[in-house]
């Protein structure tokens, strides 16, 4: 007799007249034949966005491969990504065009890259990120819309905004994220028995009683009032959704591992061991929350445009560092900050590792996933706006060409961001504004 191996993989039987239920480890011929979807539903493996932030860039000379194309040597500013070379796609020359405004330093560029606009200040910025465009489009069906992670534990840590000055708010704690993604409103999605949370039935109650005040505000407010009417209960509405999934029993997670126990609170601090220590933790937390189904987008800051990271018992940031400290002579480059660079690189290393070894379907989460690095400048001390580095990771379930050196020199940046929207499904016509818009996305990155 042929076994019925479907999703919710649970043996069903009796013991001494009781119910017994007992869960299978997920087995590949639940999976069609290509390993990208599972076979009892056919629902395709979820492909997830993220991107990955560092502060205070690097030197482009030691960063960006001689040889374009497949054939591209990893250069000594890429070595602690080696390992991985054949899972990232190196995209460089690209710039930030102010269109004749100034550059203001750890702005103008970080935020041309992220919402297609470079501003005065960051009270300028009022589009949205192409990071949130992404996540309207793909981030439904999952408890949180998207993670926000800042390693270096500045509140202001985020470059993530959904427009009209609205900015992601970071988690600064992994604890207080492990908290609330695996807390109490945490439900097994593998778990044979469902029972609503009361308490979430009543949030939701209350929400919803709010339908009518909600239009009746809306139709007397002016337009300028609208428009923060409109950004406030879009967000209400999120929730309503959020509340709506938590009422009903999730899909089963195939890979869903339960997590062995909390993290230990640890210090929000700049200096480099605690920010590693914390970003090794974000991201354990982070793997698990994707393999669980909890989110399909992310935003890790592992430090700010203008780089907070320090040594122990040293008050010079890597952002001091970069202004004041000479270039060695034998050594040709600023051989302190380049090491923060260095860390920073390490990390991302790390992360990437950490999601290689994720098995999901035929491969890997990294596989199901598309990360993109970048910083807000490339040689800090110059503030530079052209060179800024950008990585691709991961395959998006198969969109995106891995291992390829792309260099498009004095191409505006914003052309990165349009190939992470339509690598990720969102066929936007074009993205930014004046020299910095863009119509057409990397081509040679897409499959």
């Known amino acids: 007799m042929a076994l019925d191996i479907t999703r919710r993989r649970f043996f069903r039987s009796t013991l001494n007249g009781a119910a017994v239920t007992l869960a299978l ?17 056919g629902t395709p493996i979820p492909v997830r966005f993220g991107t990955w932030h560092w502060g205070c860039g690097m030197n482009p000379e030691r960063w960006n491969p001689e040889a374009t194309g497949a054939n591209w040597a990893i250069t000594p500013e890429l070595q602690p990504l080696a390992a991985h070379q054949s899972d990232i796609s190196v995209a460089s020359g690209y710039a930030a065009l102010l269109d004749g405004r100034a550059n203001e ?52 840590d985020t470059y993530s905004t959904t427009g009209g000055g609205s900015f992601a708010t970071p988690d600064l704690s992994p604890l207080a994220l492990y908290t609330r993604v695996f807390g109490p409103g945490f439900v097994d999605p593998n778990a044979a028995t469902f029972t609503p949370d009361p308490q979430v039935m009543l949030r939701r ?9 909600r239009a009746t ?8 009032d609208r428009a923060k009417l409109d950004e406030y209960f879009t967000s209400v509405r999120e929730l309503e959704q959020q509340l709506s999934l938590e009422l009903e029993k999730p899909a089963p997670a195939e890979y869903c591992e339960m997590p062995k126990g909390a993290p230990k609170e640890t210090e929000s601090s700049t200096e480099i061991g605690q920010v590693i220590a914390n970003h090794k933790l974000f991201t ?12 399909k987008v992310f935003n890790m ?9 320090r040594k122990a018992g040293s008050a010079d940031t890597h952002h001091v560092l970069t202004h004041q400290e000479p270039v060695d002579e034998k050594a040709g480059y600023q051989v302190g900050a380049t090491w923060f660079s260095g860390q920073s690189v390490e990390a991302l290393a790390y992360f990437v590792s950490r999601l290689k070894e994720a098995k999901e379907g035929a491969g890997s989460l990294l596989d199901n996933m598309l990360v993109y690095a ?11 706006l052209d060179e800024l580095p ?19 020199p004095g191409t505006a940046v914003t052309k990165t961001g349009l190939t992470a929207m339509h690598a990720m499904g969102v066929r936007a016509g074009s993205f930014g504004t004046q020299s910095l818009e863009v119509s057409s996305p990397i081509s040679e990155l897409l499959v």
Request: glycine content about 8%.
């Open 25 to 41: 480890p997920f087995l590949d011929m639940a999976l069609n034949d290509s390993g990208t979807a599972f076979a009892a539903t």
């Open 105 to 156: 330093p750890h702005i103008s560029a970080v935020w041309a890259l992220r919402t297609g606009r470079a501003p005065r200040t960051k009270e300028d910025i009022q589009d949205p990120s192409f990071d949130a465009l992404i996540a309207k489009a793909v981030g439904g069906g999952v408890r949180f819309r998207s993670f926000n992670m800042a390693a270096a534990g500045g509140k202001t």
């Open 205 to 213: 109650s209350v929400l919803s009683s709010f339908q009518d005040e």
């Open 217 to 224: 505000m809306i139709g007397q407010a002016s337009i300028q």
């Open 284 to 295: 354990d937390i982070l793997v698990m929350a994707l393999k669980c189904h909890q989110t």
């Open 301 to 309: 800051v592992f430090s700010p445009s203008n780089s907070t990271l």
């Open 374 to 384: 970048h910083s807000d400048t490339s040689y800090a001390k110059e503030h530079a």
């Open 390 to 408: 950008v990585l691709f990771i991961g395959r998006a379930g198969g969109r995106v060409r891995t291992g390829i050196h792309v260099r498009q």
